[in-house]
């Protein structure tokens, strides 16, 4: 059985802690690697390789830190069809879907090429009598970025692009479920010029976040997750003492106005709902027409396309969506049906016994459809990580607003419209972090910044863009002056600039 090792100090360690997880072909269904599972000694091993890479990494000067940004998009890029391909087999996502996830990275990857003009810092020439005052952002140590699986690609480079841009070195903790892109990430940064032990990847579970968690010399934890372990990685890192932000669940609403262009909405709600096998924190699992009329005509037309939804293995072209990650996570998708069924939902389209043939053991489910969800029911207010799509249906406007803004989740929302000023007063409204307009999947581009609100992040300040090059730095903030002629009396007064 292939064996999955840590990758430490530019090169492949094998793990000692005896302890290991099965990853899995979603296609067949078959375990077809192991991945080594660090012990807190492990995690401590690579912490201080990494304190040690820090110090002359933050030394080198930030268009040379550059450079080795803009070459590992060059690698990236050259191996894209072998990356795709490597994390469309542990995650099941087909490969063009697999190339958006590793291009969305990319882009910040892109973002951090431009470290140098970001880092300037500010000045101001003559604040007081001979007085200069300046503004620079400082690396702060080694970091830490405990990552999902369902972003294999995307969401370690979101962190580790730019906290190694601005001089950290990294640990990347990434999922368990699929572990070998980000060790293949690893390499090309390597190999792009960042020296050994800059960034190295750790596997592990609670075990290694646990270790994150407590240990001295990381300063910064950047987590994507689940709600429950976002908020607890956030307590105990910040209790710690460290800078901790951490993304957690979702359940994002599509709210469909009377005036929307329907055909338009329904192909883009589809896509939203069901791609990925709706495996993504930025999914539409919940659509939300306003008023009757809507809500009929709109379910005729989802159900037709659901009709001609292809799913099948990841690597096949025309398949639209594949397997599910893990026959655990099939086996709570299928639970969730179930209990929307006993809830009282419709369910207008069963996804549940779906079987590929020659791939009958794997983790498939089908495109689901429940109408008549109701606010109070329990598989509306938890995410399900699946794909299927509930219709919640309003009578007005004020309704549909409510619906997301008193949502436990906040991390995105859509409307589609072709009122402006409806658009604008919801977006304005609406107690949600991230919303599109006629958008489907509101992912902010990467120089702006990623972050949900309620139970869908913790901390305070968001992934990428400036906000992400605030959080893995920290300013220092210098007042100079340059006395010469006669001695100046003691100042007992704190000056100021009157
Ligand atoms: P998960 O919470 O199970 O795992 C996330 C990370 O936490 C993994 O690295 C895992 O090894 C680690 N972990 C697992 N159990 C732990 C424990 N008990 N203690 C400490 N660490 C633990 O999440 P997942 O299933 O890999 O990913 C799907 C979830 O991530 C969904 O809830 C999804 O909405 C969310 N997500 C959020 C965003 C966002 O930006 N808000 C983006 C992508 C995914």
Same mark, same amino acid.
């Given at each position: ?112 090429? #431009?470290?140098?003009? $970001?880092?300037?810092?500010? @000045?101001?020439? +003559? &604040?007081?009598? !001979?007085?200069? =005052?300046?503004? /620079? ?87 994507? #997750?689940?709600?429950? $372990?976002?908020?607890?990685? @956030?307590?105990? +890192? &910040?209790?710690? !003492?460290?800078? =901790?932000?951490? /993304? ?251």
């Amino acid at each position: 059985m292939r064996q999955i090792q840590h990758f430490v100090d530019g090169q492949a360690l094998a793990g000692t802690s005896g302890r290991f997880a099965d990853v899995f072909n979603p296609n067949t269904g078959e375990v077809q690697a192991q991945v080594a599972l660090a012990s807190a000694a492990e995690l401590d091993a690579a912490v201080q390789v990494a304190a040690r890479a820090q110090i002359g990494w933050a030394a080198t000067n930030p268009q040379r830190r550059a450079r080795v940004m803009f070459e590992f998009k060059r690698l990236v890029e050259a191996r894209m069809d072998e990356l795709a391909a490597i994390l469309s087999s542990e995650h099941g996502k087909v490969i063009a879907d697999s190339k958006g996830d590793i291009q969305r990275g990319l882009e910040v990857i892109e973002f951090a090429c #431009g470290i140098p003009h $970001i880092l300037k810092g500010e @000045y101001t020439e +003559g &604040a007081g009598p !001979g007085i200069d =005052v300046y503004s /620079m952002r400082q690396p702060l140590g080694v970091c830490a970025g405990i990552t999902p699986f369902n972003f294999p690609g995307m969401i370690p480079m979101w962190m580790f692009g730019i906290s190694i841009a601005v001089g950290n070195s990294f640990i990347l903790k990434p999922s368990e479920r699929d572990p070998t892109l980000p060790v293949r990430l690893g390499e090309l940064l390597m190999e792009a010029g960042a020296p050994a032990g800059v960034l190295n990847v750790v596997h592990g579970d609670k075990v290694a976040v646990d270790a994150i968690l407590h240990h001295p010399l990381i300063r910064a934890v950047s987590f994507v #997750g689940s709600s429950d $372990i976002a908020s607890y990685v @956030y307590s105990v +890192g &910040a209790a710690n !003492g460290k800078r =901790v932000q951490a /993304m957690g669940g979702a359940k994002n609403h599509g709210i469909i106005l009377p005036d929307a262009d329907l055909d338009q909405a329904v192909k883009d709600l589809i896509g939203a709902a069901y791609g990925s096998a709706g495996e993504r924190c930025m999914a539409l699992p919940v659509v939300v027409p306003v008023g009757a009329r809507t809500a009929d005509a709109l379910r005729e037309k989802v159900l037709a396309e659901i009709d001609t939804l292809k799913v099948g293995i990841s690597t096949d072209p025309a398949a639209q969506y594949g397997p599910v990650v893990t026959a655990a996570h099939k086996q709570k998708i299928e639970t969730y049906i179930q209990m929307g069924v006993d809830e009282g939902a419709e369910l207008v389209v069963d996804g549940r016994g779906f079987s590929l043939q020659g791939y009958e053991k794997g983790f498939f489910v089908g495109p689901s459809l429940f109408d008549q969800v109701k606010p109070t029911m329990k598989t509306y207010q938890e995410e399900i990580f699946g794909p299927v799509l509930q219709i919640v249906r309003a009578e007005t406007f004020e309704e549909a607003l409510s619906l997301p803004s008193e949502h436990p989740y906040g991390n995105g929302v859509a409307i589609f419209t072709r009122n402006g000023r409806a658009a604008r007063e919801f977006a304005s409204r609406v107690n949600v972090g991230m919303v599109g307009i006629n958008v489907p999947i509101p992912v902010p581009v990467a120089y702006h910044t990623f972050g949900g609100w309620k139970r869908s992040a913790f901390g305070d300040t968001n992934q990428h863009g400036l906000e992400g090059v605030k959080f893995y730095t920290k300013v220092k903030t210098i007042t100079a002056r340059w006395p010469e002629g006669a001695v100046e009396d003691s100042a007992f007064v704190i000056p100021t600039m009157k």
